[in-house]
């Protein structure tokens, strides 16, 4: 089941960020999504559990993909394509131009996902994300977009 999460679901949410090798939001930061009116939160529910979430932003010309992931153990099962689905109609429904996003550089599983889904590779941000471990080296972002239909565009 795909459903929009709410401040009630906080405690899955950290749950299943923190089972990530490498949780990337805080508590504090789910819960202040879960409540931003311009930013909607996705769950994809498996046996009961979230198994899987996405945050998409509402900016002024574009939406913006901030977070994308799905629980280890139900991986390549197709619920991200699931919540990717959910997000680009989210964005077309605000009649965003494009969806933005951000995607570690060696990050396969996430490009290819995004790549699948029309996504472009626009451009690299050099050392945009920290070390994920002591003396590694900062890595590399690689800027991609999805160009999304202009209902006025006829
Ligand atoms: C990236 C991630 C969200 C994919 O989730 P998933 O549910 O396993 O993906 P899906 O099963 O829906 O796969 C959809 C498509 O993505 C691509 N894909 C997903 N995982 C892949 C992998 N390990 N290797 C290659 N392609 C992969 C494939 O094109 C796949 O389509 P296919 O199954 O028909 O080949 C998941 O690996 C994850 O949570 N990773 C950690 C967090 C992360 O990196 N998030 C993205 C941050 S930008």
Redesign the pocket.
Known sequence: MMRRLTCDDLDALVEIETG?P?P?WSRDQLSRALADPELVVFGVVRGGELS?YAVVARLPFEAE?Q??????R???????????REVVAQASAWQSERLL????AD????K?????FGCLEEGRRKGYYPPREAGAKREDAILMSLPLDDPHDE
Not at 67 to 72: G, N, P, S, Y
Not at 107 to 110: I, S, V
Not at 112 to 116: D, I, Q, S
């Open positions: 990530n490498f990337a899987g993909l977070a994308m992931l799905v629980a280890e139900q991986r390549r099962h197709g619920l991200a394509a699931e919540l990717m996003l951000e995607v570690r990050n396969a599983p996430a290819a996902l995004y790549r699948r």
